[in-house]
Structures are given as structure tokens and as C-alpha cells.
């Protein structure tokens, strides 16, 4: 069972084919809801060496970046790297 852990939002690297994807309006509406209701959902990143990478959940990790965030709740996966 995965447990939620907090990381520091400055450890996360988000791979370059994610940042294509990201959508302004999304970011913002999911700030405004995290700000309101906390984060319900945490994202997804994997160890690599120093650093954490993002697997899943973009947005909701720039909506931290937005709410002036500098730690967010993570679940630790094993992924493989594409």
C-alpha cells in the first residue's frame, strides 16, 4: 500500500514530454481547488539517483508551484524510464 510522503517541489525533475502537455486554466482552477480543499490526490514520482521524477501529475504540481508551495505530498512508484 502506497502512503503518502512529503517532498520538496525543488528535488522534482518533470521530464520534457510532459511540459508540452501542460494547460494554463487547468493549473489554475486545480490552484483555486487546493487552496480550498488541500490536495486530495498526491502525485506520482520515482527515485532516481539525487532526485525525484515526476510520473504522473503534472498539474497538480505546478498548481503548488503556483500557490507558492515549496513542499508537496508525493507517492514513491517503482516506473521504468522511458
Same mark, same amino acid.
Request: hydrophobic share 40%.
Given at each position: 500500500?502506497?502512503?503518502?510522503?512529503?517532498?520538496?517541489?525543488?528535488?522534482?525533475?518533470?521530464?520534457v514530454?510532459?511540459?508540452? +502537455?501542460? /494547460?494554463? &486554466?487547468?493549473?489554475?482552477?486545480?490552484?483555486? !481547488?487546493?487552496?480550498? /480543499?488541500?490536495? +486530495?490526490?498526491?502525485?506520482l514520482?520515482?527515485?532516481?539517483? /539525487?532526485?525525484?521524477?515526476?510520473? !504522473?501529475?503534472?498539474?497538480?504540481? &505546478?498548481?503548488? *508551484?503556483?500557490?507558492?508551495e515549496?513542499?508537496? +505530498? +508525493?507517492?514513491?512508484?517503482?516506473?521504468? *524510464?522511458?
Open positions: 500500500m502506497l502512503r503518502p510522503v512529503k517532498v520538496k517541489i525543488a528535488e522534482i525533475y518533470v521530464p514530454k510532459f511540459k508540452g +502537455t501542460l /494547460d494554463a &486554466e487547468k493549473v489554475q482552477t486545480l490552484a483555486q !481547488s487546493i487552496a480550498q /480543499d488541500g490536495m +486530495t490526490n498526491p502525485i514520482v520515482r527515485q532516481d539517483k /539525487d532526485r525525484f521524477v515526476l510520473v !504522473s501529475g503534472l498539474h497538480r504540481l &505546478e498548481a503548488c *508551484k503556483a500557490l507558492g515549496t513542499v508537496i +505530498t +508525493t507517492y514513491h512508484v517503482q516506473a521504468k *524510464k522511458f
